[in-house]
């Protein structure tokens, strides 16, 4: 059975930094790019990052970048999501998410062109 679980979210202040986990079971994360998304109440899931199989290549938006960075280690079938100076608008559910398209420019921000889910981890940054 395929699991992907989040870990290492929680509340911290404004300015703070989290670094979120995504551990696979089940699953060979090293055969699959990988993404994070985010979910803040009443809005849509968003991507905040993406990961080709190999590493080599990232994707983060505009409104993320310089801040956020994700990573992954396949030898421990993990991925991260490195987060500093937070902001009160990055609280958010986070999610982890894994694909066999290894090609980000190809829908890599579509959350339906993700195969596998984590159950979320909240994120929340006071203000």
């Known amino acids: 059975q395929v699991q992907l679980v989040e870990s290492g979210g929680g509340l911290v202040q404004a300015g703070a930094s989290l670094r979120l986990s995504c551990v696979a079971s089940?699953?060979?994360?090293?055969?699959?790019?990988m993404g994070w998304f985010r979910q803040a109440p009443g809005k849509e899931r968003v991507v905040v990052a993406a990961?080709?199989?190999?590493?080599?290549?990232?994707y983060y938006p505009a409104s993320v970048k310089g801040r956020f960075t994700i990573s992954r280690d396949n030898a421990k079938n993990t991925v991260y999501l490195q987060m500093n100076s937070l902001k009160y608008e990055d609280t958010a559910v986070y999610y982890c998410?894994?694909?066999?398209?290894?090609?980000?420019?190809?829908?890599?921000?579509?959350?339906?062109?993700?195969?596998?889910w984590g159950q979320g981890n909240q994120v929340t940054v006071s203000s």
């Open positions: 998410a894994d694909r066999k398209l290894d090609n980000l420019v190809v829908a890599g921000t579509t959350p339906t062109r993700y195969e596998y």
């Open positions: 990961i080709t199989r190999s590493g080599g290549n990232t």
């Open positions: 089940g699953r060979t994360l090293g055969r699959y790019a």
